[in-house]
């Protein structure tokens, strides 16, 4: 027999067509299962799971976990230190970096959903609308059922401040997995066409702790119950070295993200700390460590469940709830019992004896708990015992007062606190401090959210303290039984007081009194962002990177203050300021920066990615109440491009990229540099409000020549405040007014404000499909591309022979569909590649070749949109 390549695996419908056709006859190999993961870690891009690879390579050495990695995007929207690639091309890179860094603690599992990396946002909504929920959700839920993890690790679901949406989604996406992929009743195909079975994570964890952080072996004690701490200081076998020194070696694998230049971490283990995780879902008993019941046995066989379930989270005082507990196994359990604790005033009924709980069959009971008088969140242990074993769970209630009165939530994390609720995971709900910010000696409205916990109606008062500074238009409001809300207005009556970061929360406080029953305080805040009036221009200003002696009046703007990155070393070292003006239906900014020391220098294609070098960026929020940035304009200025000119280009918006009607201009010297714009205010995504302009003035400092920046500086400066337009500053367009247009140098207001434009986001995306690195995958693992169904059709590789530069590859395909056909060399370099539909048949095709081939790689999607792959060895002809 004579063929030339070894391919993976073959049907014998496929083998006897070949020989049907002629053709030479392949050889058939058995199709591997899908690979068995003890852990899972759920994130948005490559690079997301770099703090916990520490944690995941200790779980590999110590108890031989195998951990995956699912990546929802490859990261395609962020930025590049290493080259000009961007978009697919971009996210081919990273999921190569991705592969080498994980693959640094022992992970050889890299699974894509081929979702979009749009850019840095701070909204899970928006994130939702661009990844669709069903499908996404559903792509996961088939990775759990294929994979069937133990231990889901996710990251922070909630929408902190300046928490990527992308991560907040990815982290609730991974919750509701959690869920769903237990559900015979969730995504049924799954189960009845393809194959698979509902799988039960037994536990769930997202990153981080709110106990104290601390170095050294102690960073594991004392903190609050269902937290953990993984310490980094252990050695990691046969390197010679801590395990936070082979993270900080694997981290340095993703250069396209500026991180090669990482600073070396302490070789001192004391000076070392953890890797920390909070539970927030189990199902099995087991709470001395992360993996206790999930991985690694307890007192209690492994496959022991343990499931608590409460029908009320929120209680007041003397209030009932009810505790449904549910025991499963896959060995008998005799005369198995469960007992509830309950802290000192509460009260507990109910049965815990279950009898000899056997395979197959649950055994539940029920308690009901009755709260006692102390406000405040209580942990409930729960012991399941069988003979002489012991395990626990937990169930957790929250007792609150009957009538509590709290500020308005901002509306993504109102919208995150419902999803919690919903996600059954309470516990998660009050992860985001309350705040609203206002604007420097100007005033808002607040509504005060008034929540009766109780059973009986209510009625009585609101009162406000505010702190020196603020006035409210009343000290005390009433509220009765149909009340919702309490309107108070609040002003700023000291516009001397710091604002942004330097200025930080000024607490204040809520006081619900009740003519029945217990008052309640609860704390609330308030953040100052800063604010101007930008005045009309006498004259239209020339853009040429200078002020003339009358063009622009009105106040300096300060745009010195560190938002993120390093402190600057000196006013010379980084700062800045900012003039505004309006003339007709423009816009102007005129930005002096102060900078001795350039960053790289960017070729002007690269403009829109400019946080990566010195550069200002100019953010409007037209009515001044956006929730996510895709309802403003930003504009990013580079003062200087490889070519010569400054250039502006739209970047992380509505409409991402091109800045149609800017003009711009630049004039640099040693001591920095000068940036002038002129912004058509007809371009922003709706009409401006001009007494409430959401504004900012960002400078962007880099000192080296690596492409990555150190500082960043700014008007009104918090963390992650480029995504956050409710921090951003308030500015007034004076004498301009509502809805206003110019006409032959008057202003008169239009018919109609202009509705908000839809946003248009970059949502191209790399397949797994047309991704070598992720075919060779799927292949050795089993499990298919890009989270998709497995394809009801195959394809495989019958020969394949390379001669000269080009290479002849020989498939066979049992369904109409797309090949992505990749040669790859023995370092695994794409040396030829080529994309053809096919039809059932034997499709040839030629690739030109750039190098020496090795392999070649096949995927293929059909029109269902669902996946296979295939792996052939080339052999050359002389």
């Known amino acids: 027999m004579s063929f030339a390549v070894r391919i ?64 929802i995007t490859r990261g395609e929207g962020g ?100 869920r769903a992929a237990a559900d015979p009743a969730a995504y049924p195909k799954q189960i009845t066409e393809e194959g698979l079975r509902p799988w039960s994570v ?4 997202i990153t981080g702790t709110t106990g104290e952080r601390k170095l050294g072996p102690s960073c594991v004690d004392g903190l609050p119950a269902g937290q953990y701490g993984m310490w980094s200081g252990v050695p990691a076998p046969g390197t010679g070295t801590t395990w936070a020194q082979v993270e900080r070696k694997a981290q340095r694998e993703y250069v396209s993200q500026g991180w090669a230049g990482f600073p070396d971490v302490p070789t001192d283990p004391t000076k070392i700390g953890c890797d920390y995780f909070t539970e927030v879902a189990s199902r099995v008993p087991g709470t001395a460590s992360m993996l206790e019941g999930a991985v690694l046995p307890g007192a209690l066989p492994l ?7 409460v029908d009320r989270f929120s209680l007041v005082a003397g209030a009932a709830a009810k505790v449904r507990v549910t025991v499963t196994t ?18 507990v009924s109910g049965r815990g004896e279950l009898g000899t709980v056997v395979v197959g069959r649950p055994a539940t009971t029920e308690f009901t708990v009755t709260a006692g008088i102390e ?35 901002l509306p993504q994390v109102a919208e995150f606190q419902e999803w919690a609720a919903k996600a059954g995971a309470p516990v998660l709900a009050d992860r985001v401090p309350p705040v609203l910010t206002l604007p420097s000696g100007g005033a808002r409205d ?129 700062s800045a300021t900012a003039r505004l003006n309006w003339h007709g239906d423009t816009l102007y900014a005129l930005v002096k920066v102060t900078d001795d020391k350039p960053g790289s220098t960017l070729a002007t294609s690269d403009c829109k990615r400019h946080w990566r070098t010195d550069s200002v960026e100019i953010t409007l929020d037209p009515r001044g109440r956006s929730e996510n940035t895709s309802d403003t304009y930003k504009l990013a200025v580079l003062p200087r491009t490889s070519e010569g000119p400054a250039c502006a280009l739209r ?83 004076d004498r301009r007014p509502a809805c206003g247009v110019e006409h032959q140098h008057r202003l008169s207001p239009s018919s109609e404000c202009s509705p908000v434009t839809p946003p248009v986001l970059p949502l191209i995306t790399l397949s797994s499909v047309d991704s070598p690195q992720s075919i060779e995958q799927s292949v050795r693992v089993g499990v298919p591309l890009g989270g998709s169904a497995k394809s009801r059709s195959a394809v495989h590789v019958v020969r394949a022979t390379a001669k000269g530069s080009t290479a002849d590859v020989r498939l066979m395909a049992t369904g109409s569909g797309k090949v992505h056909v990749f040669a790859v060399d023995a370092a695994g370099r794409v040396v030829g590649d080529q994309v053809q539909d096919v039809r059932p048949g034997a499709p040839r095709l030629r690739l030109e070749l750039s190098g020496t081939p090795a392999k070649v790689l096949v995927g293929y999607s059909d029109q269902r949109g669902a996946t296979a792959a295939a792996v052939g060895r080339i052999e050359s002809e002389p």
């Open 303 to 309: 496959r022991t469940g343990l499931s608590v379930e």
């Open 202 to 205: 037994a536990k769930v964890f």
């Open 651 to 733: 970047d992380a918006d509505n409409h991402q990229g091109a800045a149609p009607g800017v003009k711009v201009a630049s004039k640099t010297e040693q001591t920095g540099y000068t940036v002038e714009v002129a912004i058509p205010l007809a371009a922003l995504p709706a009409a401006v409000d001009p007494a409430n302009l959401g504004l900012n003035v960002l400078v962007y400092d880099s000192d080296t020549q690596n492409k990555t920046g150190q500082t960043r500086i700014g008007w009104s400066t918090w963390g992650g405040v480029q995504g956050d337009p409710y921090r951003w500053g308030r500015a007034t367009l």
């Open 79 to 178: 930025g590049n230190a290493v080259g000009p690639e961007e978009g697919p091309e971009l996210g081919r890179i990273r999921e190569a970096e991705e592969r080498r860094a994980v693959g640094a603690v022992g992970i050889t599992e890299v699974f894509n959903l081929d979702k979009p990396d749009f850019y840095y946002t701070v909204s899970s909504p928006l994130t939702r609308r661009a990844w669709g929920q069903e499908d996404t959700l559903g792509r996961l839920v088939r990775l759990i059922r294929q994979t069937k993890p133990e231990v889901v690790v996710t990251m922070d679901p909630a929408p902190t401040p300046g928490n990527h949406g992308n991560h907040q989604y990815s982290a609730r996406l991974a919750v509701e997995a959690y």
């Open 330 to 347: 896959d060995r008998v359990l005799p005369d198995a019992k469960v007992a509830l604790s309950v802290p000192q005033g509460w009260s």
């Open 446 to 574: 607040i509504d005060v959210q008034v929540t009766n916990h109780g059973t009986t109606t209510q009625s009585g008062t609101v009162d406000i303290a505010l702190p020196k500074g603020f006035t409210a238009d009343a000290p005390s409001k009433p509220f009765t039984a149909a009340t919702k809300t309490v309107r108070f207005t609040v002003r700023n009556t000291d516009p001397a007081l710091p604002t942004g970061m330097k200025g930080g929360d000024y607490a204040y406080s809520l006081t619900a009194r009740p003519q029945n029953g217990p008052v309640s305080t609860t704390k609330q805040a308030l953040e100052l962002v800063p604010a101007t009036t930008i005045e009309k221009a006498a004259a239209e200003p020339t853009v040429d990177g200078a002020a003339g002696p009358d063009e622009y009046s009105g106040p300096e703007l300060d745009v010195s203050a560190r938002w993120e990155g390093d402190d600057c070393e000196s006013q010379a070292d980084c």
């Open 375 to 409: 406000l405040g969140r209580f942990r409930l242990p729960v012991e399941l015992s069988s003979a002489d074993r012991r395990g626990s769970g937990t169930a957790v209630i929250e007792v609150v007062e009957p009538v509590r009165a709290t500020q308005q939530a």
């Open 8 to 71: 993976t695996a073959l049907l014998p419908l496929i083998a006897a067509a070949a020989f049907v056709l002629g053709m030479d006859e392949p050889v058939t190999a058995e199709q591997p299962g899908p690979v068995d993961l003890g852990a899972l870690f759920v994130g948005a891009h490559p690079d997301d799971e770099s703090g916990a690879l520490s944690t995941f390579g200790r779980w590999k050495a110590e108890h031989g976990v195998r951990t995956g990695v699912v990546t």
